[in-house]
């Protein structure tokens, strides 16, 4: 595995790494953008994601690399929460599969990410080979959480809630503790925030999943 150098600040405010140097991410600041000479296959980045474990590895559509740390305690307990209470509902209505933070989508443009919690219908599951259903899973999800941890800033979530959208969810909710409110996203219209909701009421696909809100302002 390559890697460079040399560590710089990039337009994204991520620490670049490129070059031909051994690989080494224990000592580097995080998040950073690994830009690597030659673009990792999906199987490749799955062994990577895979050795490099627990951190977070995403992909651009461009290949470059973006590694994270894993959450803190307090925002894993959350994002345990909300993939709970999706999982629940998916048991209990008999529709779709629930995914964790822990779940790859390949989108269409070569992107790879990992949202905090995500829902796909059966209709598209199955739609899928036993092969594909194992790795990275190559389909947006309809519906995805993203959950803004202390780390983050207020328009890096935004950014990756509008992707979502952008790439075919059909609903998303952003969380933010922080800020002390949710954001609903849908295609086609602009983000509807709600101030220290109770609740949040799932919507179309979604119709019937309600997540309580409490923990997310105590």
């Known amino acids: 595995m390559s890697a460079v150098p040399t560590v710089r600040r990039n337009a994204s405010r991520l620490p670049e ?5 051994k ?3 224990c000592s580097l600041p995080f998040p950073l953008l690994l830009r690597l000479p030659k673009r990792l296959s999906d199987h490749e980045l799955l062994q990577f994601c895979a050795a490099n474990e627990p951190l977070r590895i995403e992909r651009t559509a461009e ?3 973006i590694v994270m740390t894993p959450a803190g305690g307090k925002t ?3 994002e345990g929460y909300i993939f709970r209470e999706l999982d629940l509902w998916v048991e209990r209505e008999g529709k779709g599969i629930a995914f964790n ?3 790859g989508f390949l989108l269409q443009d070569g992107a790879m990410r990992l949202p905090d919690a ?3 219908s059966d209709e598209k599951w199955r739609a899928l080979t036993g092969k594909e259903q194992e790795g990275f899973v190559p389909a947006c999800p309809e519906f995805v959480v993203e959950l803004r941890s202390p780390s983050d800033r207020a328009s890096q979530v935004e950014e990756r809630m509008e992707f979502w959208i952008e790439k075919g969810a059909l609903l998303g909710w952003l969380i933010d503790p922080q800020r002390q409110l949710a954001m609903i996203y849908r295609p086609g219209c602009e983000p509807e ?3 220290k909701p109770e609740l949040l009421d799932g919507e179309g696909l979604m119709h019937g999943f309600r997540l309580k809100m409490q923990r997310f302002w105590d």
């Open 17 to 21: 790494i490129s070059g031909n140097a």
């Open 23 to 25: 690989l080494s991410l």
């Open 63 to 65: 290949g470059d690399l």
């Open 76 to 78: 894993g307990n959350k």
């Open 101 to 103: 933070s822990n779940t």
């Open 118 to 120: 995500a829902w796909l």
């Open 193 to 195: 925030t709600l101030l």
